[in-house]
């Protein structure tokens, strides 16, 4: 599980809220984050740097499987062109995963700049029409693990999303956002997608099949 920004809290936040779920997976999960990148991927510049780190990180390791964990997938597609078919972008799977549910989807971005790459994503998964919409909390990465700043917003675009667009299950658009999913889980009585898991789902899903 690679984060492809700098930020150690980040790194060790995707480890604390995904070691009960992949204790049910039989695979060695491994946390690591790309030291020279910024300290949060919110930019288009961070953007396109992430995804020169991460296709060098992926070329100079040797895992089975590798799950990019930023929600931009940096690197995910050049690196497939090259032959890598273990690699997996947590936005990508956990579109797929919510396309399973039955319904429509929202996302919950972070920032306004982010909208519209993500929506991209989507359509380049072919899930455009199952979108519901995508809205933003317009808080930086590091700013989620504030929860007293992030929950009442939180709260507020995921009830936007659930009563105004009719969203039937709703997607965490952050790395960073899956210390939030249960408590939101629990308020909205909806399927909430951490897409850090997603991603570690597809990658166990790829390795049992080899």
């Known amino acids: 599980m690679l984060n492809a920004n700098s ?3 980040v790194t060790k936040s995707m480890a604390a809220q995904l070691a009960g779920p992949a204790s049910l997976l ?14 949060a991927i919110e930019s288009g510049d961070d953007v396109a740097l992430a995804h020169e780190l991460v296709t060098d990180y992926v070329k100079k390791y040797d ?3 590798y799950v990019i964990a930023c929600f931009c997938d940096p690197g995910v597609e050049d690196l497939r062109a090259l032959g890598y078919q273990n690699v997996f972008g947590i936005a990508e799977s956990a579109m797929h995963l919510a ?4 319904g429509k989807f ?8 982010s909208v519209e790459r993500h929506k991209e994503q989507v359509e380049r998964a072919g899930l455009k029409g199952l979108l519901a919409e995508d ?3 317009n808080l930086g990465v590091l700013e989620l693990e504030d929860i007293n700043l992030a929950r009442p917003r939180i709260k507020k675009i995921s009830r936007k999303l659930v009563e105004e667009h009719g969203a039937g299950s709703l997607i965490l658009g952050c790395a960073g956002m899956g210390l939030h999913k249960e408590w939101l889980q629990s308020l909205l ?8 898991w997603a ?3 597809m990658a166990a899903a790829y390795l049992g099949s080899k």
């Open 99 to 102: 396309a399973n549910m039955g």
């Open 106 to 113: 929202g996302m919950i971005s972070i920032l306004d700049i």
């Open 199 to 201: 991603g570690l789902s």
């Open 7 to 9: 930020s150690c809290s």
């Open 63 to 65: 895992y089975d499987a």
């Open 135 to 137: 809205l933003a909390l």
């Open 189 to 196: 009585k909806k399927p909430i997608i951490d897409p850090c």
């Open 26 to 39: 039989n695979v060695l999960v491994d946390y690591d984050q790309i030291d020279g990148a910024p300290e």
